[in-house]
Antibody, heavy 123, light 107 residues
Framework: QVQLQESGPGLVKPSQTLSLTCTVSGGSISSGSYYWSWIRQPAGKGLEWIGRIYTSGSTNYNPSLKSRVTISVDTSKNQFSLKLSSVTAADTAVYYC???????????????WGQGTLVTVSS | DIQMTQSPSSLSASVGDRVTITCQASQDISNYLNWYQQKPGKAPKLLIYDASNLETGVPSRFSGSGSGTDFTFTISSLQPEDIATYYCQQYDNLPPGFGQGTRLEIK
């Protein structure tokens, strides 16, 4: 059973770049059967899909964040990463990584999720 | 983007009650609709996928139905451990989108 764990700084200054890593255990990120996504949730608010990456490195991003987001994969470490540039207080949120199967009728079924990591944007 | 509208935004019910939450999509999404449960401080947990399929290990008191634009999530007999916020989520098109959530409380 695949498990996911987010890591990274909990505090980022405004205008800087937020960087998070998701470590995959219990399976290979190179298996070719999964998409690897980032999803965020501001305190007390709903969920927002940020983007995803496939093992090949191909990516899809939410248009609302596309200009600031980069998702990459490191197969040697079984990890994928999120970079969000030019952050503001509005980017303060719990950030989750999640996986989904690549089938046409399952690409958007997110399971499992990591436990989430809180990132605060503040000077 | 496809907009997902959940109702109600909050709900108070008694143990043993039948609870229903609705989710409406701004356009036809076929059955590409999932339901998640989120408890405070925890990640969302998949309960129902493709509108009506119960995820393995999820109690049978949870169910989902619908297709097209209108969907329903039901708890047949509310249990104390069901207190959580529930989200619908579409994946007919990129980007996948979530409803605003329904907070469920015990009366």
């Amino acid at each position: 059973q695949v498990q996911l764990q987010e890591s990274g700084p909990g505090l980022v200054k405004p205008s800087q770049t937020l960087s998070l890593t998701c470590t995959v255990s219990g399976g290979s990120i190179s298996s070719g059967s999964y998409y690897w996504s980032w999803i965020r949730q501001p305190a007390g608010k709903g969920l927002e899909w940020i983007g995803r990456i496939y093992t090949s490195g191909s990516t899809n991003y939410n248009p609302s964040l596309k200009s600031r987001v980069t998702i990459s994969v490191d197969t040697s470490k079984n990890q994928f990463s999120l970079k969000l540039s030019s952050v503001t207080a509005a980017d303060t949120a719990v950030y989750y990584c999640a996986s989904s199967h690549t089938g046409s009728s399952s690409w958007g079924v997110f399971d499992p999720w990591g436990q989430g990591t809180l990132v605060t944007v503040s000077s | 983007d496809i907009q997902m509208t959940q109702s109600p935004s909050s709900l108070s019910a008694s143990v043993g009650d039948r609870v229903t939450i609705t989710c409406q999509a701004s356009q036809d999404i076929s059955n590409y609709l999932n339901w998640y449960q989120q408890k405070p401080g925890k990640a969302p947990k998949l309960l129902i996928y493709d509108a009506s399929n119960l995820e393995t290990g999820v109690p049978s008191r949870f169910s989902g139905s619908g297709s097209g634009t209108d969907f329903t999530f039901t708890i047949s007999s509310l249990q104390p451990e069901d207190i959580a916020t529930y989200y619908c989520q579409q994946y007919d098109n990129l980007p996948p989108g979530f409803g605003q959530g329904t907070r469920l409380e015990i009366k």
